[in-house]
């Protein structure tokens, strides 16, 4: 069964700092590319940073203050983020993604909250 479980969501003050993380399992987690996204009220979801085997990819919004990790030993990907703006506010979502040349496999978890506030 296929888990990806959020956490390190919450409240922060602009300028601080959280770190997300994702925990998977239920897949081959090193073959995966793993991706954070994230939603606010009203608008679309969005690529905030993903990792695969050797590459980083980060939205121009977050570059510089966001960083993503994953840690093969524990099957986790993680988003450390510095420097928060209001604008950061969102649901962040993890979300693991495989393309082989037969099938797609997309897996997403539930989503934690990040809110940006004074």
């Known amino acids: 069964q296929v888990q990806l479980v959020e956490s390190g969501g919450g409240l922060v003050q602009p300028g601080g700092s959280l770190r997300l993380s994702c925990a998977t399992s239920?897949?081959?987690?090193?073959?995966?590319?793993l991706t954070w996204y994230r939603q606010a009220p009203g608008k679309e979801r969005e690529l905030v940073a993903s990792i695969g085997t050797v590459s980083t990819n980060y939205a121009d919004s977050v570059k510089g203050r966001f960083t993503i990790s994953r840690d093969y030993a524990k099957n986790t990907v993680n988003l450390r983020m510095n420097n928060l703006e209001p604008e950061d506010t969102a649901v962040y979502y993890c979300n693991a993604f495989l393309r082989t040349s037969l099938k797609e496999y997309d897996y997403w978890g539930q989503g934690t909250q990040v809110t940006v506030s004074s």
């Open positions: 239920g897949f081959t987690f090193s073959r995966y590319t």
